[in-house]
């Protein structure tokens, strides 16, 4: 089946440092995907939808230029944390459609963990 | 926006028991999925839905598609302990042949006591 890795899978920063999780889907190309946030107990909100080789459409409340995403192929995409704050610490979590399969599909990542101090 | 409501937030039932699980919505969503969400763990697809009124099966669990297309329901039968997990709806608002955003539910907690 498809498979979608993230990492780091936990990290732990100083505020005011930048952090990228990189999200690869393994055996699939994606040209679409998406990240999401996920705070403790809620659900997942998505942040931003990244498309290879162009820019990541971002959702409404959710800065572009602290959130920076880079999908330079297809099968890797990159969130960067710029100047992360504690308020910044949560689950972030990718997920990646495969231009093959069912256009409503989704394989999310397992996760990562950011703890800004 | 658009707001995706699951009932009940969370629930402890006993081993072999059934759960019932729904999701309703505020507005149409013309594809419904389901995911289940382990801890420290990616959302699993368990289900998908197309057609208003679809009942559709995967092992233990049965998912509907509601008439209204503002509601949708998830059955597991027999529970067993690994079906410990968070339960998330998600919506999708438009028809097939293109990629449209998924709204998630707010979850439901299930925990199986043995």
């Known amino acids: 089946g498809a498979v979608v890795s993230q990492h780091p899978s936990r990290v732990i920063c100083k505020s005011g440092t930048s952090v990228k999780i990189e999200c690869r889907s393994l055996d699939f190309q994606a040209t679409t995907m998406f990240w999401y946030r996920q705070f403790p107990k809620q659900s997942l909100m998505l942040m931003a939808t990244?498309?290879?080789?162009?820019?990541?459409?971002?959702e409404q409340g959710v800065e572009k230029d602290k959130f920076l995403i880079n999908h330079a192929s297809l099968t890797l995409s990159t969130l960067t944390v710029t100047s992360a704050h504690p308020e910044d610490s949560s689950f972030y979590i990718c997920s990646a459609r495969d231009w093959r399969g069912s256009y409503n599909e989704q394989f999310f990542g397992p996760g990562t963990r950011l703890t800004v101090l | 926006g658009q707001q995706l409501n699951q009932s009940p937030q969370s629930m402890f039932i006993q081993e072999g028991e059934d759960v019932s699980m729904n999701c309703t919505s505020s507005s149409i969503f013309n594809t419904w999925l389901w995911y289940k969400q382990d801890p420290g763990e990616g959302p699993v697809l368990l289900i998908a839905l197309y057609k208003a009124g679809e009942l559709t099966s995967n092992g233990r669990l049965t998912a509907q598609f509601g008439i209204t297309r503002k509601d949708s329901f998830l059955n597991i039968s027999a529970s067993i302990p690994s079906d410990v997990g968070i339960y998330f709806c998600a919506g999708q608002p438009g028809w097939a042949g293109g990629y449209q955003k998924v709204t998630f539910g707010t979850g439901t907690k299930l925990q199986v006591i043995p």
């Open positions: 990244s498309n290879e080789g162009s820019k990541a459409t971002y």
